[in-house]
């Protein structure tokens, strides 16, 4: 069964930094891509950003392009999302999620069966 527990979230000023993690369980982790997703109150989950399983391509929300960086380590089956620059506008709840196919790349919510249960990221202006 996959696991996904996210951290690294909290309360942070406007452009400051935080850097979330994903660790992965269940299965080999570095045979899938993965990808971040947030959802604010009131508004829909979207996609922040995904990574392919081997960390050659990696795709960015144009909200966030230039200012997130995903990354993963699949030694520590791990996934990264450094946010730096924040603003309010990324206070959300972060979650991380993986496919149940090993050869999905997408930003599409619905290709994505395995999530984490969140981490909030509060920004202050």
């Known amino acids: 069964q996959v696991q996904l527990v996210e951290s690294g979230g909290g309360l942070v000023q406007a452009g400051g930094s935080l850097r979330l993690s994903c660790a992965a369980s269940?299965?080999?982790?570095?045979?899938?891509?993965m990808g971040w997703f947030r959802q604010a109150p009131g508004k829909e989950r979207d996609v922040v950003a995904v990574?392919?399983?081997?960390?050659?391509?990696?795709y960015y929300a144009d909200s966030v392009k230039g200012r997130f960086t995903i990354s993963r380590d699949n030694a520590k089956n791990t996934v990264y999302l450094q946010m730096n620059s924040l603003k309010p506008e990324d206070t959300a709840v972060y979650y991380c999620?993986?496919?149940?196919?090993?050869?999905?790349?997408?930003?599409?919510?619905?290709?994505?069966?395995?999530w984490g249960q969140g981490t909030q990221v509060t920004v202050s202006s």
């Open positions: 990574i392919s399983w081997s960390g050659d391509r990696a």
């Open positions: 269940g299965r080999t982790f570095r045979d899938y891509s």
């Open positions: 999620a993986a496919p149940e196919n090993r050869w999905t790349y997408s930003r599409s919510l619905g290709d994505y069966d395995y």
